[in-house]
């Protein structure tokens, strides 16, 4: 029992490093000018979730 909820504070503890990187990348972004017009970026995400769709085929 102790391991599993060792194993679930690891688990939980890197994904909030993960999402932490992301917003960081996020925020590197936006300071360089790295950004898509609303429209362009919901383009790209329909894109890339579809490519993420096909490739789990």
Not at 3 to 28: F, H, P, S, W
Not at 34 to 51: C, D, G, H, Q, S
Request: charged share 40%; glycine share 4%.
């Amino acid at each position: 029992m102790a391991y599993a909820l060792q194993d679930e504070k690891v688990n939980e503890t890197i994904n909030y490093e993960k999402m932490l990187k992301m917003l960081d990348r996020g925020i590197d972004d936006v300071e360089a000018g790295r950004e898509l017009p609303l429209t362009e970026a919901f383009v790209k995400i329909t894109e890339l979730r579809n490519r993420r769709r096909n490739a789990e085929v």
